[in-house]
């Protein structure tokens, strides 16, 4: 069980509170009209899927419904790091940047 | 190889059973094989046995980091069954289910399949017509299903919760008859033994830690206890796919999340057959020993820790319990969890990647048991000749950039 600290409303709850909400890095393409079929089944299908520290969306559904990044390691679920949006960009390590863009309003 | 039969068992019992044979060698690996298989599990091993059997490829080496059938192959429930949706599906897994049907006599080792029928439950009239659709779509590929009213489910199951005042009522269902469940170990220890008598080397406690390349091609693997050179290399290693595809250096369209099961303390016979709620969510049989065994949804969020968290194994526990009031007094003796390698469309990933002789048996999700048979012996053919075998065709990587997908999220039976 992840007792999850949101970093909105301040309290540590379940993690039944809270749905994870895939990777923190992924970005959705501004202009998927422009991408080939590989491309477009890379950004929907393929994942890093990391054995270890992993960066991951989530948020608090059943509480004050904010979006958030924890950094978790999937191995032992230690939660290594809490934050905002604004605290870590969500900046595109692989490059898919440059045809992307967020794809929730900031 | 020994022959097990009556008479070896009487011959043994003479000398108070201290003389048996291992069933497989444990070997030391040694520096080149045609090919090496990453993962012994049930999927490895089958690859193994049918490499050997059907193509003649005996220079083969099954490497396994920990034990054998110790991952998904130990963990889950057992499940056979070939009642999927589509074409692509049903061809497939009907082919795993006869080959079940011959396998203790195919190994000469006995794996217990005991086909009691799977029922599916519908709660409410729009999930009995998806059941209608569903058992129509597979009768007409040539596949037993038959729907069941409340009264045919009474008989078949009379444990069920079927009064008109449970939470979620049944209202009916639809049953494969040829269904049934098995014992997951001797599935994996009667392929290991049928592989090693075939000549492959298998080899435990053995963890690849690097995978070899040379351009684009794979040249053998590298071992905490050495390098192996191999002319090709078959990765089927479920929820550490990711792991080993990375090492490769491509990724995969691949989730990998906990999935729990767990058993009560052993009772006298009450359920014969599995049954699965696809709405209060959960699936129960009994095993041989009298556990009364469930299973239920995927833990919601990725893991690589081999367990389950409480609130899915809460879930569960409180559908079994929509459906059998009784069990609420059954003690659970053991609960755990497998990763498994989810899918985009809950179908298998199978046969060649964009590495040249590197092949993959993976996104086999919660249903990879009850496809070893045929999933090692079409990796095997696809191995051998270098080319898919018909039946995994539409299983290629390809699938999610062309769009045609197999989907068989409701067939899964259960969410992840």
């Known amino acids: 069980m992840l007792r999850i600290p949101c970093p909105f409303c301040g309290s540590t709850r379940d993690e039944d509170e809270f749905t994870f909400g895939g990777p923190y890095d992924r970005v959705r393409p501004s202009a998927p009209g422009q991408l080939s079929d590989e491309q477009w089944a890379d950004y929907l299908f393929t994942r890093d899927n990391v054995r270890g520290r992993s960066r991951e969306r989530w948020r608090h559904t059943f509480g004050c419904r904010q979006w958030f990044g924890i950094e978790r390691d999937t191995v032992s679920h230690a939660l290594v790091r809490v934050f905002t949006f604004d605290e870590v960009s969500r900046d595109d390590e692989q490059g898919n940047r440059i045809i992307g863009g967020l794809h929730e309003a900031v | ?416």
């Not at chain 2, 980091?65 to 589509?86: D, H, P």
């Not at chain 2, 989810?342 to 919660?366: Q, R």
């Not at chain 2, 053919?381 to 075998?389: F, G, I, K, Q, S």
Request: with cysteine; charged share 20%; proline share 5%.
């Open chain 2, 1 to 416: 190889m020994e022959h097990y039969s009556f008479w070896s068992l009487a011959k043994h019992a003479l000398s108070n059973h201290r003389t048996w044979m291992p069933a497989w060698h444990s070997r030391e690996p040694k520096s080149r094989y045609d090919v090496v298989i990453v993962g012994g599990g049930g999927q490895g091993l089958a690859t193994a046995y049918y490499l050997a059997k059907n193509h003649g490829v005996t220079n083969v080496a099954v490497l396994e980091k920990g034990w054998l059938g110790g991952g998904n192959t130990g963990r889950n429930t057992t499940a056979i069954r070939s009642n999927y949706f589509y074409r692509e599906s049903t061809n497939f897994f009907e082919r795993s289910l006869q080959l079940y049907e011959g396998l203790s006599r195919e190994l000469n080792y006995n794996i217990m399949l005991s086909q009691h029928g799977a029922l599916t439950l519908a709660h409410n009239p729009h999930q009995m017509d998806g059941l209608e659709r569903w058992s129509n779509s597979i009768q007409l590929q040539g596949i037993d299903a038959q729907m069941l009213d409340l009264n045919q489910i009474r008989d078949f199951m009379p444990a069920l919760d079927t009064s008109a005042t449970a939470r979620y009522p049944i209202i009916g269902g639809f049953i494969q008859r040829r269904a049934g469940v098995a014992r997951h170990d001797a599935v994996a220890w009667g392929y290991a033994r049928g592989a090693d008598n075939l000549g492959v080397d298998i080899i435990q406690n053995c963890e690849v830690t690097a995978l070899r390349m040379n351009g684009n091609r794979i040249r053998g693997v590298e071992t905490k206890t050495g390098v192996i050179e191999a002319d090709k290399v078959v990765i089927a290693v479920a929820g550490h796919s990711s792991v080993l595809a990375r090492m490769a250096g491509f990724s995969l369209p691949i989730n990998s999340v906990a999935l729990q099961a767990m058993v009560s303390e052993p009772i006298k016979p009450v359920l014969e057959g599995l049954v699965v709620s696809p709405l209060v969510h959960c699936y129960v049989s009994q095993s041989d020993r009298g556990e009364i065994l469930i299973g239920g949804r995927a833990d919601a969020y990725p893991s690589y820790g081999q367990r389950g968290t409480l609130p899915a194994l809460e879930e569960t526990l409180s559908a079994t319990l929509n459906l059998f009031p009784t069990f609420s007094r059954l003690k659970l003796m053991r609960q755990w969890a497998g990763i498994v390698d989810i899918s985009p469309d809950s179908s298998p990933i199978l046969g060649k990647t964009p590495v040249t002789a590197l092949y993959i048996s993976t996104g086999w999700g919660t249903g990879g048991f009850k496809a070893i048979p045929v999933g090692g012996e079409t990796l095997a053919y696809t191995v051998a000749n270098d080319r898919p075998h018909p039946l995994i065709e539409p299983f290629g990587m390809d699938r999610f950039a062309t769009g045609r997908f197999v989907n068989e999220a409701a067939a899964a039976g259960v969410d992840h």
